[in-house]
T-cell receptor
Framework: DSGVTQTPKHLITATGQRVTLRCSPR?????VYWYQQSLDQGLQFLIQ???????AKGNILERFSAQQFPDLHSELNLSSLELGDSALYFC????????????????FGPGTRLTVL | GQQVMQIPQYQHVQEGEDFTTYCNSSTTLSNIQWYKQRPGGHPVFLIQLVKSGEVKKQKRLTFQFGEAKKNSSLHITATQTTDVGTYFCAGPMDSNYQLIWGAGTKLIIKP
């Protein structure tokens, strides 16, 4: 158990809909990362938040947005869903103590499996 | 753009055989991290290498970071069924320090 929690575990929805995925980081971790993993593929970095502020953006679509709240939990909002958005969405957290975060170990949650029909 | 390539994509081995996955970056990396993802699970951090030419061992796993800090390898000696999973390498991007991930090598143990 990494200490990172994600809800829900599974989500089935229809094209065009909007969903919200939730993540609670490990106690004390200030950084939250979101990743997308399509079937049998690698991890695509979407976005990072540090202590409530966006720190870095990766290949995140305009239809997707995220935020980190004062209690450090984070939400990833996916809208106008398409079939191709079906994937595993992982949240990870790290202490964020290194200036660049590049040496921080990331602790992953169990993921949310999104299926768009 | 900056890339991290990992080969092979899959490797089938008999239990007891050795396994190696290779990671190559298009640019010099300040560090490289290795993660393991079990089937149906999430990535779990294994190790981080920082120094040029560094070699680290964890029981049957040996990790190497190349002299030029552009490549790395993970070698597992005498694989066991518990080693099954996908092994990912990841290194920080120059532009925003975010980790860029290799595509992973899936280790499959043949019965």
């Amino acid at each position: 158990d990494s200490g990172v929690t994600q809800t829900p575990k599974h989500l089935i929805t229809a094209t065009g809909q909007r969903v919200t995925l939730r993540c609670s980081p490990r106690s004390g971790d200030l950084s939250v990362y979101w990743y997308q993993q399509s079937l049998d593929q690698g991890l695509q970095f979407l976005i990072q938040y540090y202590n409530g502020e966006e720190r870095a953006k990766g290949n995140i679509l305009e239809r997707f947005s995220a935020q980190q709240f004062p209690d450090l939990h984070s939400e990833l909002n996916l809208s106008s869903l398409e079939l191709g958005d079906s994937a595993l969405y992982f949240c990870a957290s790290s202490s964020g103590t290194s200036v660049t975060s590049s040496t921080d170990t990331q602790y992953f949650g169990p993921g949310t499996r999104l299926t768009v029909l | 753009g900056q890339q991290v390539m990992q080969i092979p994509q899959y490797q089938h081995v008999q239990e007891g055989e050795d396994f190696t996955t290779y990671c190559n970056s298009s640019t010099t990396l300040s560090n490289i991290q290795w993660y393991k993802q079990r089937p149906g699970g999430h990535p779990v951090f294994l190790i981080q290498l920082v120094k040029s030419g560094e070699v680290k061992k964890q029981k049957r796993l040996t990790f190497q970071f190349g002299e030029a800090k552009k490549n790395s390898s993970l070698h597992i000696t005498a694989t066991q069924t518990t080693d099954v999973g996908t092994y990912f390498c990841a290194g920080p991007m120059d532009s925003n320090y975010q980790l860029i991930w290799g595509a992973g090598t899936k280790l499959i143990i043949k019965p």
